[in-house]
């Protein structure tokens, strides 16, 4: 597992309302015990004080929706909805999308 901060560091989505820095990336690489078969599971995290968007401003929360329509945009299929508030709460959530991966 790598987890590094990116905000404001090499990662930048320009949007019609300017620019949005991810704060957090993650990559998880699994190998499976029995046939040595790796995935690897890449996440960007926004990390804010609650996990409810109604609680953002709505500069933040257009810019957020922005950023997911760049990472459709560029094949990313399956997404945790955002803000996450807490690491225990992240793990929660991707583990909705795949089952053990945290």
């Known amino acids: 597992m790598l987890l590094m901060n990116i905000k404001y560091a090499f990662y930048k989505i320009p949007t019609p309302i300017g620019d949005y820095y991810p704060d957090w990336g993650l990559v998880i690489e ?3 015990l ?3 078969d790796k995935t690897s599971h890449y996440f960007v995290v926004e990390t804010k004080g609650s996990m409810d968007s109604e609680e953002l401003r709505e500069k933040e929360l257009l810019k957020i929706q922005c950023a997911i329509k760049h990472f459709e945009a560029i094949g990313f299929k ?3 909805p955002m ?3 807490t690491f225990s709460n992240f793990k929660i959530e ?3 999308i795949k089952t053990n991966l945290l």
Do not use: L, V
């Open 34 to 36: 029995e046939n040595n």
């Open 83 to 85: 803000p996450i508030d």
């Open 78 to 80: 399956e997404y945790i």
């Open 30 to 32: 699994k190998t499976a």
């Open 94 to 96: 991707a583990n909705k």
